[in-house]
């Protein structure tokens, strides 16, 4: 018996074998997959709120040096809000 199991011609019988589950059937698959997707998804929100609603133009006028401005009228950008120093340095 030893002998025919370790002849040279002999073939050694198949023991019965389990298929693995396809990948998808993983739940670690599908987490590791939601990080990038939310991403994508993300980026699309993201572009479809910059189409539908762009951001305005400001234009601001230049800031005047301090020695050529009129003391009783300070220069305000744009950009400024109440609360702020009302300095005329534009810094």
């Known amino acids: 018996m030893l002998e025919d199991r370790f002849s040279v011609g002999a073939v050694p019988a198949r023991e019965a ?47 005047v040096a301090a020695a050529h401005a009129p003391a009783a009228n300070p220069v305000k950008s744009a950009t400024w809000q109440p609360g702020e120093a009302a300095t005329v340095s534009g810094h």
Request: glycine residues 6%; proline residues 13%.
């Open 17 to 63: 074998t389990v298929a693995p589950p396809p990948w998808w059937s993983y739940g670690m698959v599908w987490f590791m997959l939601s990080g990038p997707a939310i991403v994508v998804v993300a980026g699309f929100v993201t572009l479809a709120i910059c189409i539908k609603y762009p951001d305005v133009e400001l234009h601001e006028t230049p800031v």
